[in-house]
Structures are given as C-alpha cells and as structure tokens.
C-alpha cells in the first residue's frame, strides 16, 4: 500500500510540474580519491611520483554545468586557463582516456538517445546510442542539500566479463614478474549512490545518470563525487540546447573497441603502459 501511494502521489506531482515549462542549469563539482592508485615504478624518484599523485588528483578536481529543459540536456566540463609550464624540473603531463566526463554530453528523453563528443588522443568520435535503462533502489534516507530535501538511491554495477579478464592477465604476468606503473586492484560489485529531490520533477543528473524521480544533486561514483553547489532555475534567458556533432560517428560499442585497441598499441612486451616523462 506504501508504495502504490508514493507511485500515485508521484505520477500526480510529476503530470502536473511537466505540463508547465521547467529548465535551468546545475553547476557540479567533482572530486576523486585515489586511494586505489600505487605507483611502484623502480624508474621514479619518491619526488616525481609525489608530483604524480598531485596531478592526479588536481587532473580529477572539475567543475561541470548541467543545462536542461524538461527533455533535453547539455552536460559539459567547465574550461580552466592553462597554467604556465615550469621553468625547470621535469614536465610531467597526466592525460587519461576513456574517462566518463570527458566531452560534452547531450542527452534526449523523448527519443531515448544520448550522443556524446569524445576522442582517444586527439581523435576526435561522435557517440551516439540509446540511453540504458538504470535500475535503482530508492530508499527513506534523506538529507538536506542546500535548501532541498533529497533522498538517496543506489545502483548495482556488476563486474563484466572484461574486468575479470583483464584482472587474470594482470595477476599471470605478476607472478611471472613483470611490473607495472599503476597496481590493478581485482575488481568488485559497485555502489553507485545518488542524492536527488523530488522538488525538481526533472529525470537527469551528472554525466551518463538518469532514470530517478527527480534531479541528482549529489552522486557518489566510484572513488569519484559529484555535488551542486549551485542551481539556477527557470533563468531570464530562455536555456537553449545544442546536439554535439564534431567527430567521426560510432556506436558505444565501437569506440569502446577502439579505445581497447588504442591502449594495447602502448603496451610494451611485456604488457606494461610505457608512460614517457620529459
């Protein structure tokens, strides 16, 4: 009886905040632990993978804007000025690929697709492909974000097939004692916790998330959060979405190929990334 109520009530509050028009845009920031990470490299001194880990996190440290309408959005990082290069010492540059956050992301909810902007090392690729239907587990607990009340949701992320795979390489070629620069932790069920409120009847998030009675202040994503620290509501300006469309046109599924392909052309015999340091 409990959850018919909550569906009932729900359904009601949301045909009636969507017959009105609702937009606005959500600034995120994000900040990563790297408490998974160790460097053992022989070849580093404890000065450059102290140096190392500091990019690491500054390179994780972003700021995101969420732009939205009640079926579309927008979901991009924030540009940040260049800091100038060091006049001495060694130039130790962190670029990661395969990252979730990078690009913009546009997504539609009345036809069901999202189409995102990514490259592999320059390259530049235009994913577009079907929004995935996510699964969540709402529960009671709440909390206040700002002035709004959110409840929490979780969602399972199972281990896949390729993590287990590649888990079982990296555990043969230790004990065959070859090393690599970053350990690989084996790889488990995940969390995915989010934060959302009902008071903005609007089914989007941070990054890829969606499919939650409301919109997702605060995302725990892996080692990763994602929090609002700010929101702007129904703003002067009418918000006006624009579909990504530089790159070459690929499904997920092949620029997830691609860029397993692109990673195995920078290993080294032994199946060690060669990371080169000027």
Known sequence: MKTLTFTTLF????????A?????????????????FNITSNDLTPEMKEDMMEKMKKAFEKT????????????????????????????IKMDFIGSSTSGKLYKNFKNRQYIKEDDIFGKEFLIVDSLQKMNWKLTEEQKK???YLCFKAELSIPVSEEDKKQYEEFKKKK????????????????????????????????????????????LHEFNTVFLCNKLVLNPKDKIEIKVPKNGKKVSQNEFDSIQVKKLKSMTNENGVIEIRIN
């Open 64 to 91: 995101f804007t969420l732009h939205f309408t009640n079926f579309e959005s927008i979901y991009e990082e924030e540009e940040k000025l260049a800091k100038p290069k060091p006049s001495s010492g060694p130039n």
């Open 11 to 18: 359904l009601f509050f949301v045909l009636i905040n969507w």
């Open 145 to 147: 974000i700002g002035n």
């Open 20 to 36: 009105q028009s609702l937009e606005g845009v959500v600034y995120y920031t994000s900040k990563t632990q790297l408490k998974d």
């Open 175 to 218: 004990e065959a004692g070859k090393t690599n620069l970053l350990e690989l932790k084996e790889p488990k069920e995940e969390i995915i916790e989010a934060w959302y409120t009902l008071d903005i009847p609007i089914s989007n998030g941070p990054g890829k998330y969606w499919g939650l009675p409301g919109l997702i202040l605060e």
